[in-house]
Nanobody, 115 residues
Framework: QVQLVESGGGLVQAGGSLRLSCAAS????????MGWYRQAPGKQRELVAR???????NYVESVRGRFTISRDNAKNTVYLQMSSLKPEDTGVYFC?????????WGQGTQVTVSS
């Protein structure tokens, strides 16, 4: 079992920055992918950013150039640095861990960007 604990959400004005963290614990496979999905009210959950244990990254087009995903493998922690935030970035951000077996999810952290 893998457990994920997220932190770092909050309320910020448009143009501001936030940093999300997600720490994984439990039976961690050395080869894995972690990242973030988000869900805005009335919308489907969408992948925001993903990073593999080897450091390969993927971003949804709408955040490219504004968000940066990184990880510390020694701490089993992934970070999402969000800059130039827009109101449309508002939503619940869910951390995920993917390796062998089902995807594990964090509890979600609210990000609200005011205009």
């Amino acid at each position: 079992q893998v457990q994920l604990v997220e932190s770092g959400g909050g309320l910020v004005q448009a143009g501001g920055s936030l940093r999300l963290s997600c720490a994984a614990s439990g039976s961690i496979f050395s080869s894995n992918a972690m990242g973030w999905y988000r869900q805005a009210p009335g919308k489907q959950r969408e992948l925001v950013a993903r990073i593999t244990s080897g450091g390969s990254t993927n971003y949804v087009e709408s955040v490219r150039g504004r968000f940066t995903i990184s990880r510390d493998n020694a701490k089993n922690t992934v970070y999402l640095q969000m800059s130039s935030l827009k109101p449309e970035d508002t939503g619940v951000y869910f951390c995920f861990y993917s390796a062998v077996g089902p995807v594990r999810w964090g509890q979600g952290t609210q990000v609200t960007v005011s205009s």
